[in-house]
């Protein structure tokens, strides 16, 4: 259309129109001033783009809205939807214990009122502050005091050197001389080994998704 250039999307589903977007501009020549001036008039469009979406983050969280990664959320309620509050706080003890030993005992209280609170009400409160707890930062002292208190199933299966290994590993990890996925590795072996329904259920020692396992800066 002369000095005018247009493009534009059609999209037909069904046979009903979805999508219909179109731009136009004008036509320039293809010259080193033009394509400088180009340069200069977006130079910071992208920093500008990046720095709204941030802004608009922020008062989202201001606003006092957490952000739930799907994955993790997905852990929370898979527990709770097979077995409800009571079995779902069972089977995060030893994450809770590691993330928030404090929330780990008001979520206790909250789940034993299963009986007398309607279970999709419990079941979301549950969830909504299980993940409130998760969002605190695991320290390494409160790792090691929980894979500790794992190992301590294993009392009564594993030999004087095979229990040695394991809190030599443990040790390694609370002074950082190695990543947590090594003791809890290990720790997995010997569920699966003495078969320890306990810790098989534990959402800690099977996180969602898998490749939380590595935590190799925890």
């Known amino acids: ?23 136009w501009g004008r036509r320039e020549p293809l010259t080193a001033p033009t394509l400088w001036g ?5 130079l910071l469009i992208t920093v500008k783009i990046i720095a709204a979406i941030h802004f608009e ?3 989202l969280h201001l606003k006092g809205l957490r952000f739930y990664s799907q994955p993790a959320a997905r852990a929370v309620r898979g527990p709770l939807a097979r077995g409800g509050p009571r079995a779902g ?5 030893l994450a809770l214990m590691a993330h928030s030993p404090a929330a780990f005992g008001e ?31 695991a ?12 190992a301590g199933y294993f009392k009564g299966s594993l030999d004087a050197a095979g229990r040695q290994e394991l809190l030599h590993h443990i040790e390694d ?13 290990l720790i997995r072996r010997y569920v699966r080994l003495f078969d320890v329904a306990y810790l098989r259920e534990q959402v800690h020692l099977d996180p969602e998704p898998k490749q939380l396992m590595l935590r190799n800066h925890v």
């Open 107 to 137: 979520l206790g209280r909250l789940a034993a009122r299963a009986k007398s609170v309607p279970r999709a009400a419990l079941a979301g409160d549950y969830e909504h502050r299980c993940m409130a707890a998760m969002s605190t930062i």
């Open 1 to 23: 259309m002369g000095d005018r250039l247009f493009a534009g999307i059609v999209q037909h589903e069904a046979g009903r129109r979805v999508l219909d977007a179109e731009i």
């Open 38 to 42: 180009v340069l200069l008039r977006y």
């Open 89 to 93: 706080h069972t089977a995060h003890k």
């Open 173 to 185: 990890y609370r002074w950082g001389l190695v990543p947590l996925v090594v003791p809890l590795t």
């Open 139 to 150: 320290s390494r002292g409160r790792q090691a005091n929980v894979l500790m208190h794992a």
């Open 57 to 59: 983050a922020l008062r």
